[in-house]
């Protein structure tokens, strides 16, 4: 059977009860979203939307394993996976002793078969959001914390769930009005699978376990119902 068939002849179950804080742990793939306080704008210019992709890649990317992306007006939405716990450790081994953080000390000081990553990653997307947050309260002479505290984190449940979530992912300029036709939007990884300039996304892992670009695309296609994905979306 076909990914697409797959996909099509089973619909996910709705999860009775969702932990929108699950902890990032080690080679599990994750749905990631932050939102603004009192929901301002995240994003005023393309300057602002390039440094956030910079800060990403300063200090998280190294650790995951990026699938798909979307900034919106206000909030953003990453598909990821959480390298390995070998990864990871060889990751923050080659960090100078002097740089290293706190979880990144506690993390060394494990034991290597006890070791897990998810403190390590939350710090890392702490200072990820931190260091955002100061460009654009410097930039905008704005004070105060520009994130909501606790960001969202959905463990990805399935194949289903998985398929469906990168297929969302990208159709959110749609559904929050930015513009008529998702596959135009520049800020998601959606026009990022139709070329093969380099990127930091995991590229040849989605079209593989789509199937190939294809398959990708008409799996788009399919997946365009909404009501479809009351299960997965975890904005409010």
């Known amino acids: 059977m076909g990914l697409l068939n797959f996909v099509k002849k089973q619909p996910m179950r709705k999860r009775k009860k969702i932990d929108y804080h699950a902890p990032l742990i080690a080679s599990h793939n994750f749905h990631v979203y932050n939102r603004t306080n009192n929901k301002e704008i995240l994003f005023k210019d393309d300057e602002d939307r390039k440094t956030f992709l910079e800060k ?4 998280v990317s190294d650790y995951v394993d990026t699938y798909a992306y979307c900034l919106l007006g206000n909030h953003f939405h990453f598909v990821l996976r959480v390298k390995s716990v070998e990864k990871i450790t060889k990751i923050v081994e080659s960090i100078l002793r002097d740089r290293l953080g706190i979880a990144q000390k506690k993390f060394l000081k494990e034991e290597k078969r006890n070791r897990t990553v998810f403190e390590v990653m939350e710090r890392q997307f ?3 959001f931190t260091s955002y947050a100061k460009y654009f309260n410097k930039k905008y002479k704005r004070q105060g914390n520009l994130f909501t505290r606790r960001f969202k984190r959905i463990a990805v449940q399935n194949e289903v769930h998985f398929g469906k979530l990168i297929c969302y992912v990208h159709m959110n300029p749609t559904k929050h ?3 008529a ?3 135009k939007y520049y800020w998601s990884s959606y026009q990022t699978y139709l070329n093969t300039n380099s990127t930091l996304l995991a590229r040849n892992v989605i079209l593989d376990w789509f199937g190939g670009i294809n398959s990708f695309l008409e799996h788009h296609i399919l997946t365009d119902n909404y009501d479809d ?3 997965i979306l975890i904005e409010d």
Request: proline share 0%.
């Open 56 to 59: 990403y890649k300063e200090y």
């Open 126 to 128: 702490n200072k990820f």
């Open 177 to 179: 009005k930015l513009m």
């Open 181 to 183: 036709d998702y596959r």
């Open 229 to 231: 994905m009351l299960d």
